[in-house]
């Protein structure tokens, strides 16, 4: 049974810093990208960062760049986002995502989300 469970969410003034983990089981972790995406009320799910299967390769949406850092442990099947300078505009129900390509086929797994909220 393919599981993401995301966790470390919760409520932090602007300026601070989050850590989110997602703990991933059912699949060969390592075989596939890693993700989050964040979702704002009234506004479409978006890409926040990405990770290559061994990890080399990294990619942020503009809004995040040198704020946000994904990374992943292979040994701990788990991806990690750490956030800092938080603003309240990273309010958003934050999903772990994992996909890969096989055969033209494609694979992708959801979390259910942990809620950040970026509040004075």
């Known amino acids: 049974q393919v599981q993401l469970v995301e966790s470390g969410g919760g409520l932090v003034q602007p300026g601070g810093s989050l850590s989110l983990s997602c703990a991933a089981s059912?699949?060969?972790?390592?075989?596939?990208?890693m993700s989050w995406y964040r979702q704002a009320p009234g506004k479409e799910r978006e890409l926040v960062a990405r990770?290559?299967?061994?990890?080399?390769?990294?990619n942020y949406a503009d809004s995040v760049k040198g704020r946000f850092t994904i990374s992943r442990d292979i040994a701990k099947n788990t991806v990690y986002l750490q956030m800092n300078s938080l603003k309240p505009e990273d309010t958003a129900v934050y999903f772990c995502?994992?996909?890969?390509?096989?055969?033209?086929?494609?694979?992708?797994?959801w979390g259910q989300g942990t809620q950040v909220t970026v509040s004075s």
């Open positions: 995502n994992a996909e890969r390509l096989l055969l033209s086929k494609k694979y992708t797994y």
């Open positions: 059912g699949f060969i972790f390592s075989g596939y990208a």
């Open positions: 990770i290559s299967t061994a990890g080399g390769i990294t």
